[in-house]
């Protein structure tokens, strides 16, 4: 069964950085595409950033391009997320999701393992 366990988040101030990072566990192989995705009370789970299983291929949100990051490191089956110059309206809780292919998907009902959120918070 593959599992993900994500960690890094909590509360920074505005400006600031965190990397989050999402360790996963049971798979057979690397051919995973990994996303960040992320839910603030009462809005619905959006994403924000994705990369295909060799890390040739990233999507990033257009509310955090060039202030995130998506990476990978198949050695260490971990997937980041650094994430520079936060703002409040980045508050959520944050979840890594995977999915066996090589193709690149984008929507959350594509994804099939989740992780648990870890919560950041970025106040003003």
């Known amino acids: 069964q593959v599992q993900l366990v994500e960690s890094g988040g909590g509360l920074v101030q505005a400006g600031g950085s965190l990397r989050l990072s999402c360790v996963v566990s049971?798979?057979?192989?690397?051919?995973?595409?990994m996303a960040w995705f992320r839910q603030a009370p009462g809005k619905e789970r959006e994403l924000v950033a994705a990369?295909?299983?060799?890390?040739?291929?990233?999507y990033i949100a257009d509310a955090v391009k060039g202030r995130f990051t998506i990476s990978r490191d198949n050695a260490k089956d971990t997937v980041y997320l650094q994430m520079n110059s936060l703002k409040p309206e980045d508050t959520a809780v944050y979840y890594c999701?995977?999915?066996?292919?090589?193709?690149?998907?984008?929507?959350?009902?594509?994804?099939?393992?989740w992780g648990q959120g870890t919560q950041v918070t970025v106040s003003s």
């Open positions: 999701a995977a999915r066996h292919t090589i193709l690149m998907v984008t929507r959350s009902s594509d994804y099939n393992y």
């Open positions: 049971g798979r057979t192989d690397s051919r995973y595409v």
């Open positions: 990369i295909n299983w060799t890390g040739a291929s990233t």
